[in-house]
Antibody, heavy 118, light 112 residues
Framework: QAQLVESGGGLVKPGGSLRLSCAVS????????MYWIRQAPGKGLGWVSY????????YYADSVKGRFTISRDDAKKSLYLQMNSLRAEDTAVYYC???????????WGQGTLVTVSS | QSVLTQPPSVSGAPGQRVTISCTGS?????????VHWYQHLPGTAPKLLIY???NRPSGVPDRFSGSKSGTSASLAITGLQAEDEADYYC????????????FGGGTNLIVL
């Protein structure tokens, strides 16, 4: 059974940085593309970033392009999201999710809360 | 404003059948992209409910079913149970977004 565990969330001031991590187990991490998805308070799910199984392609939502960087370490079975120049509107629960061949996201983590506030 | 449109909320009594619609356009659902559905209870990991329009992952009860027609898709839940009260999201892809995915805005299911 696949398991994904996010960490690294917390309270940060506007303009600050955070690095989220997602440790996975239960599947061959290097074979799958991965996603970061977020849910702002009172809002629905929203795409943040995508990384292919070999590290490319990489996509970002327009709202985070140029500020966030997705990466993966297949040896450590970990997915990362470096978040710089954080804004209040980046406040959300951030989920990592595993991509399935069907185009769905078949396993998700429990999420980590990022709060951007002064 | 989401590319895929879902009703904000639906409700039903225990034992009843409810459906949740997901309306897209010719650049996403109508272009032939598959639709997937997720169940999300607050504070928990979202769960894949339906993939590829009408397929249930192992462990998902057959009370849940999906369908797709034209530019829309639907999730049906029969024999409604209190534990089904959650948010439900549809997901697909959009050719106008360079293959980037799209979510519906989500539907809150209330079990009366």
């Amino acid at each position: 059974q696949a398991q994904l565990v996010e960490s690294g969330g917390g309270l940060v001031k506007p303009g600050g940085s955070l690095r989220l991590s997602c440790a996975v187990s239960g599947f061959t991490f290097s074979d799958y593309h991965m996603y970061w998805i977020r849910q702002a308070p009172g809002k629905g799910l929203g795409w943040v970033s995508y990384i292919g199984s070999s590290g490319s392609p990489i996509y970002y939502a327009d709202s985070v392009k140029g500020r966030f960087t997705i990466s993966r370490d297949d040896a450590k079975k970990s997915l990362y999201l470096q978040m710089n120049s954080l804004r209040a509107e980046d406040t959300a629960v951030y989920y990592c999710a595993k991509g399935a061949p069907s185009g769905s996201l078949d396993y998700w983590g429990q999420g980590t809360l990022v709060t951007v506030s002064s | 404003q989401s590319v895929l449109t879902q009703p904000p909320s639906v409700s039903g009594a225990p034992g009843q059948r409810v459906t949740i619609s997901c309306t897209g356009s010719s650049s996403n659902i109508g272009a032939g992209y598959d639709v997937h559905w997720y169940q999300h209870l607050p504070g928990t990991a979202p769960k894949l409910l339906i993939y590829g329009n009408n397929n249930r992952p192992s462990g998902v009860p057959d009370r849940f079913s999906g369908s797709k027609s034209g530019t829309s898709a639907s999730l049906a839940i029969t024999g409604l149970q209190a534990e089904d009260e959650a948010d439900y999201y549809c997901q697909s892809y959009d050719s106008s977004l360079s293959g980037w995915g799209v979510f519906g805005g989500g539907t809150n299911l209330i079990v009366l």
